[in-house]
Structures are given as C-alpha cells and as structure tokens.
C-alpha cells in the first residue's frame, strides 16, 4: 500500500496535542511528523481542526455471539464500535452460548466472527466453577487474560466462583500471567439487602440501589486484593461503581500489588438522584450510585487509581427491560454506549479541566495494556496499527436512535445533549467509518495475544 499522510491542527500522540502528519504505510504508523516535514507528492487527508486520536480499545464489551445474536453480535457491535471512534473490542467470555470457557467455545466464537467485524476484537477467557483445566489451554489458544464472576452474573451459562473454586483457579491463572478480571460483588450482602426489601416497591430506583449496597463491592475487593497477595495474579476490578474502594485500591497498588481498576461512562455521567422511578434502562449491576460518588470516582481517575473507561456495553432485547413493568427486580441488567462512550466521557472530562490526552490513556492506551497489546494499539506512534478517531471536540449534538448504531436503539443517554462528535474511524489506514456511513467489506481481524 502506498504512503499516506493525515494532516490535523490535533494530532494527540502520548507525547502531547500538536500539530502535524500520521504517515501511514501498509496499515502501520510510519511515523509522525510537523506539517513542514511532509514529504512531498503523497495521498494526503486534511481534517483540519478536528483532532486524531488513536483509536480506542474497550476492554469490556458483551458481543453475546455465537447463541444470543438476537442481542448484539459481531456485526452490530463492531459497527456500533466503528461509529463511537473504537478499534478493538475485548469480548466478555458470557452471554454467548457456548461461554467461552474451553477452547471449543473459543474456536465457535472464532467462527461466528468470521468476516463479519468492522473494527478488531479479542476474546476473554471465563473461570468458572469448574473450568481449571481448561484455563492454560485458553490461555495458549490466545486469550489475553480471564474474567469471573464472584456473584450469580444474572444468566444462565456461565457460573459465579466461590472462594474455594477460586483457589482451586488461581494457581493455574498465576502462571499463565494473564489478568483476571473480576466482577466485584459478593452474594452475601446483596441477599442480605434483598431479604429486607421483600415488601418494598421495586418500581423505585432507591430499591436497587438499596439492594445491591457499596458492602458487596467493598467485601468483593477486599477478598480479592488479598488473594492477590497470597497468590500473585495480576488482578483486575472490572466497572469499580463505588469510590468507598478507591483507598483500599490505592493501598494495594502502593503495596505493590499488579492491581488494576476500570470504571464505566455511566458511572461517571449519571447519578442516582437523576434516575426517574420505573426507567428500568438505567439499570446494571453494580448500580449507579450518589452525585457524590460520581464526582470521587472521578477524583480517582485524576489520582490514577483508576486506570481505565471501559464501556461494559451489555445490550439485551428491548422487552428484557421491562420498560412496561417498571420492575427494577425483573429488568435485565446492562447499558449499552458503545457508540457514545467518547463523546459521554468527553462532555464530562472536558467539564473538569481534562484534555483529549487524559480521555487517550484511559480508553486506548489503559486498556490496550490490560488487553497485552501495546505495542499495536492505543497509541498513534510509531509501528503501531494505523487505527484513529478523527474527533470534533467542540461539535455538539443531540442523542438520537440513529446515532446508536447497535442492534437494540435502546439507551438512558436518548434526548441528551453531548460534546464532541465522531466524524470518522480508520482502522489500519482504511475508513470503516465516515459521517454515518460504513463503507467497504468488514476488514476487522481477530488479535491473538
Ligand atoms: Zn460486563
């Protein structure tokens, strides 16, 4: 493929914002240069003020194919991807049927993926209860890392670990040297808080949120930093919703512990005093919590306890909602933003005082290094897959359900306004995205770590 340079007056590199040319050849950053030093006579793309930012990486996404389809898929999500300016999803290993628990699944996941991608994806790994063996095998098949659940995860198919199944999990996971990424919340708090609301009215926000207390996450942290201690993993708290952890997190990492932490937009935008009683959308476990918590999860980001944003988008079909019901006990449990994550998180780090380099670290470079690939992606730098956004920062605009892209267009975020807007998406050089529109075949390739 010949040379190529995109010109911005924003090229976000992590050595700074500035001015210049991503040379690109063959689907790699050649290197990145001042305007002055292009070299003459090459194919040239001009975005002017909008700025380039490397193409983002979500670490956490529910793709739910092969088995539920009906609820996402490699061809949505990867679209949806494509729009909100991502490069490379990280898939959960559930909700799919089979879970990607073996390297059987792993290889029917492989399958289903097949030239249907428009951006890049990898898969995690499951432990579950029973899967140890399997666990070294996936890490050869080339998963980059593993993920479970120390609660039920609310569907069938993929089973929570109790202490003692961890233990029996955690030596083969050790040696791997993979992550584990976590879901924290233990069972025993939430049934506690459930038990009493048995009479309360479930259409009400406050009843969830009462049900799945900042105790659960706290003890969940707790146990797991401590079996990090004993067993040297690296660990990894997967959409942290309470900022009471950010201390013990931020002991932890001190202590030396390979500990790492990722919240999620919603956590950073919505807050529970703002969710209207019966808009079951809203919903996902662990839950949205206080203003205040909002603002100290924010607060850890800027410390860098948290090291990530990542979406956790988890869409169902629209009537698993309940919308009619108003049941906040029956709703499934997930928010979808893949296509709106950039512009959530800009609107509200742009709010505070941070920049387009800060948004970089936490939703290209954070998760890239969770996912072992940051010699490729996450950053625009030299050999590195020529994946960017090219991002209005100062555009606003309206959610709609045309700009959400994914298969279900149902989302909390309609009828807000957000900052920033997603003009295109290049992966590997090639525009998978332009102004609404996806052009060419699916060009998106499974990672292998
Ligand atoms: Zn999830």
């Known amino acids: 493929m010949s040379l190529k340079a995109f010109l911005s007056r924003r090229v976000v590199t992590p050595r700074g914002i500035k001015a210049g040319g991503v040379l690109v050849q063959d689907g790699r950053i050649?290197?990145?240069?001042?305007?002055?030093?292009?070299?003459?006579?090459?194919?040239?793309?001009?975005?002017?003020?909008a700025a380039i930012l490397p193409g983002l990486v979500d670490s956490h996404v529910h793709i739910n194919e092969p088995g539920?389809?009906?609820?996402?898929?490699?061809?949505?999500?990867?679209?949806?991807?494509?729009?909100?300016?991502?490069?490379?999803?990280?898939?959960?290993?559930?909700?799919?049927?089979?879970?990607?628990?073996?390297?059987?699944?792993?290889?029917?996941?492989?399958?289903?993926?097949?030239?249907?991608?428009?951006?890049?994806?990898?898969?995690?790994?499951?432990?579950?209860?029973?899967?140890?063996?399997?666990?070294?095998?996936?890490?050869?098949?080339?998963?980059?890392?593993?993920?479970?659940?120390?609660?039920?995860?609310?569907?069938?198919?993929?089973?929570?670990?109790?202490?003692?199944e961890l233990r029996a999990a955690l030596p083969h996971v050790a040696r791997t040297g993979l992550p584990l990424l976590v879901h924290a919340e233990l069972p025993g708090p939430v049934e506690e808080a459930t038990r009493q609301l048995a009479e309360a009215d479930?259409?009400?926000?406050?009843?969830?949120?009462?049900?799945?207390?900042?105790?659960?996450?706290?003890?969940?942290?707790?146990?797991?930093?401590?079996?990090?201690?004993?067993?040297?993993?690296?660990?990894?708290?997967?959409?942290?919703?309470?900022?009471?952890?950010?201390?013990?997190?931020?002991?932890?990492?001190?202590?030396?512990?390979?500990?790492?932490?990722?919240?999620?937009?919603?956590?950073?935008?919505?807050?529970?005093?703002?969710?209207?009683?019966?808009?079951?959308?809203?919903?996902?476990?662990?839950?949205?919590?206080?203003?205040?918590?909002?603002?100290?999860?924010?607060?850890?980001?800027?410390?860098?306890?948290?090291?990530?944003?990542?979406?956790?988008?988890?869409?169902?079909?629209?009537?698993?909602?309940r919308l009619v019901e108003r049941n906040f006990r029956k709703a499934w449990g997930g928010i979808s933003s893949l296509s709106l994550a950039l512009p959530v998180m800009w609107t509200e780090a742009s709010s505070r005082g941070f920049t387009l380099l800060d948004i970089t670290r936490w939703m290209a470079e954070g998760p890239a290094r969770l996912a072992g690939c940051t010699s490729r992606k996450g950053r625009i730098a030299k050999d590195f897959d020529a994946d960017f956004v090219v991002f209005e920062p100062e555009a606003e605009f309206i959610v709609t359900e045309a700009r959400l892209s994914y298969r279900h267009r149902v989302s909390p975020y309609l009828g807000e306004r957000l900052r920033g807007v997603v003009k295109a998406t290049y992966l590997r050089g090639i525009c998978v995205f332009a102004d609404g529109e996806y052009p060419g075949e699916p060009t998106g390739r499974e990672l292998r770590r």
């Open 30 to 49: 050649l290197d990145v240069v001042p305007p002055d030093q292009l070299p003459a006579q090459i194919s040239m793309k001009d975005f002017g003020d």
């Open 202 to 321: 479930w259409s009400k926000y406050a009843t969830y949120l009462q049900s799945r207390p900042d105790k659960a996450e706290l003890s969940a942290i707790h146990l797991m930093i401590s079996l990090c201690r004993e067993y040297h993993f690296r660990l990894h708290i997967v959409h942290l919703a309470t900022s009471q952890a950010l201390d013990m997190l931020c002991a932890a990492k001190s202590e030396g512990l390979l500990a790492s932490v990722e919240t999620c937009p919603h956590y950073l935008h919505f807050s529970s005093d703002k969710i209207p009683d019966g808009q079951t959308l809203f919903k996902c476990a662990p839950p949205i919590r206080s203003r205040e918590n909002c603002e100290n999860l924010w607060q850890g980001l800027q410390e860098g306890v948290i090291d990530l944003v990542a979406t956790d988008h988890s869409p169902c079909p629209p009537e698993m909602k």
């Open 68 to 164: 539920r389809t009906e609820w996402e898929g490699f061809r949505t999500a990867t679209r949806a991807a494509a729009a909100g300016g991502y490069t490379l999803l990280v898939d959960m290993p559930l909700n799919c049927l089979p879970a990607t628990t073996t390297v059987a699944a792993l290889e029917a996941k492989r399958k289903a993926a097949n030239r249907q991608c428009r951006v890049d994806w990898m898969a995690w790994g499951g432990v579950v209860s029973d899967n140890q063996e399997h666990i070294k095998g996936l890490a050869t098949a080339g998963v980059p890392g593993f993920k479970c659940f120390l609660i039920h995860p609310g569907i069938d198919g993929f089973t929570m670990v109790t202490e003692r």
